[in-house]
């Protein structure tokens, strides 16, 4: 009897379920994004480094994408999975467009549908593995959202992910006002992605800032921040602690 030739089950483990795949966890991903609410728009910021476990791989990463007319988009996670929201979002904005009704989608409107993506990957047990920051603003009225990789996501004035939600949010609580200028912000973020460099062993010291207010959206060239590693605390940072190397 020729085996191979023989017709498999309708229920068959060779059947196409057996070629499903899931990510079982991240390869190449990338650290914290902070971002803010300015009196004029949105400011955000991340850093340019892709991480291969725990080796920086790759200095020239970039993790913020402008979303239509309105909106911007900065992730952390797995970089592939970023590429593959990127293309999501490149549908959703291209169908929009085709209506040429005059209108655009918001900053509000894609927020909840990513929303939407990243729970409904969570409910397959496929996840997309990110989270998510997006930022804009339409008629007036400036937008700030968070998602996680399994659908959680809230609006505020100020959102960071990664490292950047337990170092960088008490800086941002305690500085942050309505009326941030410019110039005020793009210090306090700095300020927040200079922690994050000292205390983030996934962050590099090469960044870029984008903004987005009603005029459009800009990147910043990457650039560095002037740090000081001469603290007394960096010179021997086990010392006192009971039980380290």
Not at 66 to 84: M, N, P, R, T, Y
Not at 144 to 154: A, E
């Amino acid at each position: 009897m020729d085996f191979m030739a023989s017709k498999q089950p309708e229920n068959s483990l060779l059947g196409p379920e057996a070629d499903s795949q899931r990510t079982l966890y991240p390869y190449v991903t990338g650290t914290s994004v902070v971002a803010l609410k300015y009196k004029d728009g949105i400011l955000m910021a991340a850093d340019m480094g892709g991480s291969y476990g725990s080796t920086l791989r790759y200095k020239n990463v970039e993790r913020m994408k402008a979303i239509g007319k309105h909106s911007l988009l900065g992730a952390s996670g797995e970089i592939s999975d970023f590429q593959e929201i990127l293309r999501y979002l490149d549908d959703l904005i291209l169908y929009d467009n085709m209506w040429d009704d005059g209108n655009s989608l918001g900053p509000k409107e894609v927020h909840n549908y990513l929303t939407r993506v990243m729970y409904n990957r969570r409910n397959k047990f496929n996840p997309l593995w990110n989270s998510l920051v997006l930022g804009g603003i339409k008629n007036g009225q400036k937008y700030l959202g968070t998602v996680s990789m399994i659908g959680v996501n809230f609006e505020d004035d100020h959102v960071a992910t990664g490292f950047g939600n337990h170092l960088a949010r008490p800086i941002l609580r305690q500085e942050w006002h309505e009326n941030l200028s410019f110039e005020d912000g793009v210090k306090l973020l700095e300020k927040c992605m200079r922690v994050l460099l000292y205390r983030d062993r996934s962050a590099i010291n090469k960044l870029q800032i984008a903004k987005i207010t009603e005029e459009g959206m800009t990147i910043s060239q990457p650039y560095s921040l002037k740090t000081y590693w001469e603290f007394s605390a960096f010179e021997n940072p086990t010392q006192g602690a009971v039980g380290s190397w």
